[in-house]
């Protein structure tokens, strides 16, 4: 029973880190609001933003729900065209190498020049939003199933054909499991990709989500339930990617402990 | 014996990129290895060893000539050959029996049977491993196995399905001196107790001479058989023969064949 500072010294700072430097960032935003006595309308401390938060949580319920919502059905049609395309571009290298910077080509237009073209074919609302984030989503799912698949060591296929296997077993066999890793490495920047996606749509043509709600706050000069609404986009999104990176950990183990693809 | 192998007056081009210049990489190429035989091809880097072997499974057709097995003109993958590289390529999401037993999720019949009849082929990988000193490997991962254990475990996938014809391509090239006599040890044991057919091409002259029966030396690009030389010295062959003035008379002989190659 030696150890006196038991309490403070089995501390994990590790683990304690990012709760302690989020809540620094917080006192230190609150106390420069006091100190150099910053008005409301120019940046709310975040006390105010709670209490923003307290009086409009139906309404940020309600719109973070609907913006989760486009964000998640885009991010799905992402996943099935993304993966569908992918292993159409990866199945074969003379499609690969004839695809590929076409793909390039059509990820390198901004995304947010394409929101209009959406609004003008399916009106305001939340169909464009899904769109979006579909759009802006699904490239990087495409390219990383795409690679996983067109990068199979010549050598075991050689192994594989010269047993007389068809190209479907190779990609059954090898292709599909190699490429898994890429695929929900994607995941976790398509998830993010397709929460900006929808986000960006609402603010452009939606009546409803979070990006409308800031965009209606902004209008009535409400800098608290702006921010409010900054704060509601974070939580969202941070829980988004760390799902996709727990599913990641949890699928493809194997990637990490064997140092593949690094 | 039969002819087992036979490579008759073939030719390949590999019809490069745009703009790039096609690669004639062998031309007259014979080469006809009995059945159960052991050859050895050597030659200088880049003279067609890694094409002759697609030749011989059908991987790549030739442009000119013929290639036939067992008596029949190949005009596609094999489907019998069993490979084994110098780099091992394992799946690092399969553990080392799972490895192994690949070819028999291809090959018939035992594709058809190895999903009822899982724990027959878990022993029969277990055998295998265990004949090339692996013993209890079967359920690490291969990440987890040294360069030379790796390379064991290639050797077994390559011949867990009973192949009659195995090809080596330089297959302990990245090994240390002492592994490698290890695996010609063990190449030569496998051969001797299974009789496949076997083709084996390295840039190890002591290699070529202490494993196989006639050791054939390939001239630089465009590739073809410019000496085939019989290795008199009996087999199996224990490892000490190659401090032998015969032994080592042979490596030498071929050298000078090597040298001439390369021009
Ligand atoms: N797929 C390919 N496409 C074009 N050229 C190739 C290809 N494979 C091999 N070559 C060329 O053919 C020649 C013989 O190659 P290879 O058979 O691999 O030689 P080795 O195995 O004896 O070193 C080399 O010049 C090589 O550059
Ligand atoms: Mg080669």
């Not at chain 1, 009535?220 to 969202?236: D, H, R």
């Amino acid at each position: 029973m030696q150890t006196k500072s038991a309490g403070f010294a089995n501390i994990d700072w590790v683990r304690a880190s990012p709760w302690l430097c989020t809540i620094g960032l917080f006192a230190i935003w609150e106390a420069s609001v006091w100190v150099f006595s910053i008005p409301y309308y120019i940046l709310p401390a975040p006390t105010q933003i709670g209490y923003a938060m307290y009086e409009f949580a139906g309404a940020l319920w309600f719109n973070s729900i609907q913006t989760l919502w486009t964000t998640l059905l885009g991010f799905a049609m992402a996943i099935v065209f993304g993966l569908l395309l992918g292993l159409f571009i990866g199945w074969d290298k003379r499609i690969y190498a004839g695809l590929y910077p076409l793909m390039i080509g059509f990820n390198s237009i901004p995304k947010i020049a394409v929101v209009p073209i959406l609004v003008l074919w399916f009106g305001a609302g939340w169909l464009p939003a899904v769109l979006t984030a579909f759009l802006i989503s699904f490239f990087p799912i495409v390219v990383n199933v795409a690679t996983g698949l067109a990068t199979i060591e010549p050598e075991m296929e050689d192994v594989l054909r010269a047993l007389g296997a068809k190209k479907l077993d190779v990609m059954v066999k090898v292709g599909i499991p190699r490429s898994l890793p890429y695929f929900f490495g994607a995941l976790k920047v398509a998830i993010t990709l397709a929460f900006i996606g929808s986000v960006l749509s609402e603010t452009i043509a939606a009546n409803s989500g979070i990006g409308h709600m800031m965009l209606t706050a902004q209008a009535n000069f409400e800098v608290p339930l702006v921010f409010a609404c900054l704060i509601a986009l974070a939580v969202e999104g941070i829980g988004m990617y760390a799902i996709m990176a727990g599913l990641e950990q949890r699928m493809t183990g194997w990637a990490h402990r064997s140092g593949f693809n690094r | 014996m039969e002819t087992f192998v036979d490579i008759s007056d073939v030719a390949l081009r590999y019809t490069g990129r745009a703009g790039s210049q096609d690669t004639l990489a062998v031309e007259h190429l014979n080469l006809k290895v009995h059945r159960g035989d052991f050859v050895a091809v050597v030659g200088p880097s880049g003279c067609g060893k890694s094409t002759l072997m697609k030749l011989a499974t059908g991987l790549h057709f030739p442009s000119a000539g013929v290639v036939r097995l067992d008596g029949k003109v190949v005009n596609g993958p094999v489907s019998i050959a069993g490979m084994a590289f110098q780099n091992p390529v394992m799946l690092p999401w399969r553990s080392t029996r799972d490895n192994v037993l690949l070819p028999m999720e291809v090959v018939d019949p035992h594709r058809r049977q190895i999903r009822t009849n899982r724990t027959k082929y878990k022993q029969q990988a277990d055998e295998i491993l265990a004949s090339v000193g692996l013993v209890g490997a079967g359920d690490q991962y291969p990440w987890q196995l040294s360069g030379g254990m790796q390379q064991r475990a290639s050797l077994c996938r390559a011949l867990i399905h009973d192949p009659e014809l195995l090809l080596l391509d330089e297959p302990f090239a990245a090994l240390d001196a002492f592994t490698r006599e290890e695996l010609w040890c063990v190449i030569r044991d496998l051969h001797q107790e299974k009789q496949f057919t076997c083709i084996l091409v390295t840039h190890d002259l002591r290699e070529a001479v202490f494993l196989a029966d006639t050791v054939h030396v390939m001239s630089a690009r465009p590739g073809q058989i410019i000496v085939s030389r019989t290795i008199p010295i009996p087999r199996p062959r224990p490892i000490e023969i190659t401090y032998e003035t015969e032994f080592a008379e042979l490596t030498h002989e071929l050298r000078g064949h090597i040298a001439e190659a390369r021009g």
